[in-house]
């Protein structure tokens, strides 16, 4: 028996639609919804198996479709027919519904109800087919994260970022703080398009692989900056997954940098409906990343939450690696660096450790200049961010250039 839950907002197909389900052998209709939001609510309750919805029905995005997946209902879309079919039954596709049944061809529709789903497509080369062409990953990606009190996360994945383009590796800096980022604001980006909102925009309506570049600022050669929420309160408009996508698709282009928040708590209301988590964003980008750079300041406030966090941490890594940045060393502290590792060995099992002098002189040049520290000249930080990238890229040391070129623009290719 298979449970069927329509939503059609008065469409004129769906009393056509409801009277063949209702006639089919092994098929229930038990509820017909108003909305989006009643299918979604009726979905969590776990009863149901299919789903039937309009192709246009107002609201249907990807995440929509990732929440009804999530509680094992499929979902059956039915198309218009005539002049736009083809373009709504791809980006239905796009979107994640696999099954799709047009308007005029209805009598299908309790057979795609009762039809196991088709997995998705593999693309099987031809024999003579040149390897170089086919699609491969591009690069990894470096979530960089630290507990609460400002101990430099934003510093630190600028830094790395402009150093792997500084070497030649085509980067996409991320800024993923659902509290403001500042990544716009330290590297002087005036264009007061988000490039997060623009990209989860994109994701709801599948376009974001093909139309990535429009979601970047281009502020070097090798270098893009995906610029965070305008301001704090507009976490909301990044659904789940969002953020993951945006990781996924840039990593097929080359490194990704992402700067994430500082809170790993989870919203448990977020389980329970459409709406997001505020701390999402964090917790998608630690969880497909490639390994986790945690940044911590060096004084004894500093490391006793670097030391909680590093706890916390373990249980949403999903075993990426973890690095560990100790910022802002200084002898005034009174204790070394084998002090400090002592500590923090303690605690997790480290893929490196490294420390990052107070260097309070290059960061205000480099915040004065809106470049980063690595761009704004010599200084003793940016060779330890150098150092940094040495180990997390190796291979990407003996090709370092010397000269370091750039362009800034505050929109799309408009030079300042």
Not at 168 to 183: E, K, M, Q, S
Not at 376 to 404: F, K, Q, T, W
Request: proline residues 5%; aromatic residues 2%.
């Amino acid at each position: 028996m298979v449970v069927v839950l329509v939503v059609a907002a008065g469409a004129a197909w769906e009393s056509t639609a409801l009277g063949l389900l209702a006639e089919r052998q092994g098929i229930v209709v038990l509820k017909r919804c108003v909305d989006l939001d009643d299918l979604l609510a009726a979905a969590s309750a776990g009863q149901a198996d299919v789903a039937v919805l309009g192709a246009d029905t107002h609201g249907l995005d990807q995440a929509a479709v990732d929440l009804l997946r999530k509680h094992s209902v499929r979902p059956v879309a039915v198309i218009p027919s005539g002049v736009g079919m083809d373009s709504a039954r791809l980006r239905a596709t796009r979107i994640g519904i696999r099954a799709t049944v047009s308007e005029s061809e209805l009598t299908s529709l309790p057979d795609a109800v009762l039809a196991d789903e088709a997995p998705s497509e593999t693309v099987v080369p031809d024999e003579g087919q040149d390897e170089a062409v086919q699609p491969a990953r591009g690069g990894g990606v470096l979530a960089v994260w630290g507990p609460a009190g400002a101990p430099g996360r934003t510093t630190l994945a600028a830094g790395i970022a402009a150093e792997l383009a500084r070497r030649g590796c085509r980067t996409t800096l991320v800024d993923a703080d659902p509290y403001g980022g500042a990544i716009a604001q330290q590297l002087g980006i005036l264009d007061e398009v988000s490039g997060l909102l623009a990209a989860a925009r994109l994701t709801a309506g599948g376009m974001l692989p093909e139309r990535f570049g429009s979601v970047q600022r281009t502020i070097g050669p090798h270098l893009g900056v995906v610029t965070g929420l305008p301001r704090a309160d507009r976490w909301v408009e990044v659904r789940s997954g969002v953020v993951e996508h945006l990781l996924d698709v840039g990593r097929d282009h080359g490194q990704v940098v992402v700067d994430t928040g500082f809170s790993l708590e989870h919203d448990p209301a977020s389980d329970f409906g459409s709406r997001p988590g505020r701390n999402q964003m964090t917790l998608g980008a630690i969880d497909v990343a490639d390994e986790v750079v945690v940044v911590g300041n060096a004084d004894p406030v500093g490391l006793s939450r670097l030391a909680r966090g590093l706890v916390e941490l373990r249980d949403v890594t999903g075993g990426a690696p973890v690095r560990v940045v100790v910022n802002r060393m200084r002898p005034t502290l009174g204790w070394s660096d084998k002090d400090i590792a002592g500590m923090v060995e303690g605690f997790t099992r480290l893929t490196g450790l490294h420390f990052l002098p107070d260097d309070r002189a290059a960061v205000d040049h480099a915040l004065v200049a809106g470049r980063t520290v690595v761009e704004s000249g010599d200084s003793a930080l940016g060779r330890a961010i150098s150092g940094i990238v040495d180990e997390l890229l190796p291979e990407s040391a003996s090709v370092a250039p010397s000269g370091r070129v750039r362009r800034r623009t505050t929109g799309r290719g408009r030079p300042r």
